[in-house]
């Protein structure tokens, strides 16, 4: 959330309060039908509050979430090309030079650096 809106939040707070205050000392000077709307009122802005309140909560767990699935993309990513290079048939095909494949010269360091979380 931006500034407006937390300004927003704390007005609602604000009138609120002001309503709570208008009942605790202005009650018995009401007549029947305004206090009633008072308190309807009041009780709606506390509600409000508290949905908007309850929506923070949750674009900040969200946003948690957002974070950690963002790992786990990058973790997958790194598995992807640790796997594309272990199933690749030309990584198994021998060199000449020496008469080892790319996949015995590697020796599983491409999925060590992936299970470590390197990236390549």
């Keep these: 959330m931006n500034q407006w809106h ?5 007005q ?26 008072t308190i309807r009122y009041r009780d709606l802005l506390v509600y409000a509050i508290e949905q908007i309140e ?4 949750l674009e900040d767990k969200l ?20 796997l594309k290079f272990y199933a690749n ?8 030079e020496n008469g080892k494949s790319n996949i015995e010269h590697d020796q599983g360091g491409k999925a060590r650096k992936a299970l470590e979380g390197e990236e390549r």
Excluded at 54 to 57: I, L, P, Q, T
């Design 6 to 10: 937390y300004n927003k939040i704390k």
């Design 12 to 37: 609602l707070k604000d009138w609120e309060r002001d309503l709570s205050a208008v009942l605790t000392f202005k009650s018995n000077e009401m007549d029947e039908e305004t206090r009633k709307d």
């Design 54 to 57: 309850r929506v923070r909560e």
């Design 63 to 82: 946003a948690r979430i957002r974070f950690i699935n963002n790992d786990y993309d990058k973790q997958n990513k790194r598995y992807k090309q640790a």
């Design 89 to 96: 048939k030309i990584n198994y095909l021998t060199f000449i």
